[in-house]
């Protein structure tokens, strides 16, 4: 984001404005603590700013200050619409296309409000007046500070806008262990941490919520996890009636994918989850090193995100998903067995 966009926001938030602020569908820590921080960033300007979620979201997210005042979509249309067409800005946070953001997208798109874009994700689409975009970045709360900094303002950061931006921080790098992870993603860590971010505390939040269903949820998708070594490949299956038999809830199956990619010699884990409200099979990748599932997932499953983390979709049923995605390894044989 150049000087002249950032004096132009600068001038647009010097008085109060009816502000939106959305996240993506299925939002998650990174969403949720980007969209919370910058709220709690515009209210101290008297902005009259809301955020409105797609959908709803899992109870681990639920802690962050400000959270209870989130409304939904796809349960409170009626008020939401009402907000987006009175809106003067609307802020789209870590998302680029206004696809992800599922059956608002009509709505967003005919607003006649000035849309700003803060995102870290690949290819974005050309939606927004003002456009923050970064791949290199940790995260969209990274990129939240980074904006709060180009206004001069970081002084104005205080615990709850700490807090938010530090869970969408350590939730998108792994607790920091991913390569998107900079020595400026610990200097804001650590600015943040000094503003107030209880770290410990926020990680027993997130981390520490197991239940006993989940766990055994967890076992099952171990028990299906398969391995294609010719190609360093690992992917879990959960069917509808095995997420049934655990009593499934949003979030539950968070970083099973993870532990595939854990495998000795596996660069590439998979995680393919059926939805029958959906209907369709929901995907998520992983990959170490250069090998791009966002390339993966876009040429093949409707999807994207980044070069090592991505999601997407099938139409078609579990069977035929799995048979298609073997089918498609032996393209990518060579760069996965670089």
Known sequence: ???????????????????????????????????????????????????????????????????????????????????????????????????????????????????????????????????????????????????????????KVDADIATCLYTGIMTDTGSFRFSSTTSATHKIIGNLIEKGANNSQIHNNIMDTNSYERTQLLGKALSNLKVIPEYRTAYITLTQDELNSFNFKKGDTEGFVNYGLSLKDIIFAAIFIESQQDGIIKISLRSKGDFSVNELSRSHFEGGGHTNAAGGKSDLNMSNTIDKFISILPQYKKDLKA
């Not at 800005?89 to 700003?116: H, P, Q, W, Y």
């Open 1 to 155: 984001m150049n000087k002249e966009d950032i004096n132009s926001i600068k001038e647009l938030l010097s008085s109060p404005k009816k502000i939106v602020i959305i996240p993506h569908k299925n939002p998650d820590g990174d969403a949720i603590g980007s969209t919370l921080g910058l709220l709690h960033y515009l209210k101290k300007y008297n902005h009259d700013a809301v955020i409105i979620a797609p959908n709803d979201y899992p109870d681990f997210l639920k802690w962050m200050p400000g959270e209870d005042s989130v409304l939904k979509y796809d349960h409170q249309k009626d008020e939401c619409d009402a907000l987006l067409i009175s809106a003067e800005l609307i802020f789209t946070l870590d998302f680029n296309s206004l696809g992800r953001i599922g059956n608002m997208e009509e709505a967003v798109a005919n607003t006649k409000a000035i849309k700003i874009m803060i995102d870290h994700h690949q290819q974005p689409d050309d939606y927004a007046k003002f456009m923050y975009s970064d791949v290199s970045m940790s995260s969209t709360c990274e990129m939240v500070y980074n904006f709060i900094d180009m206004l001069d303002d970081t002084d």
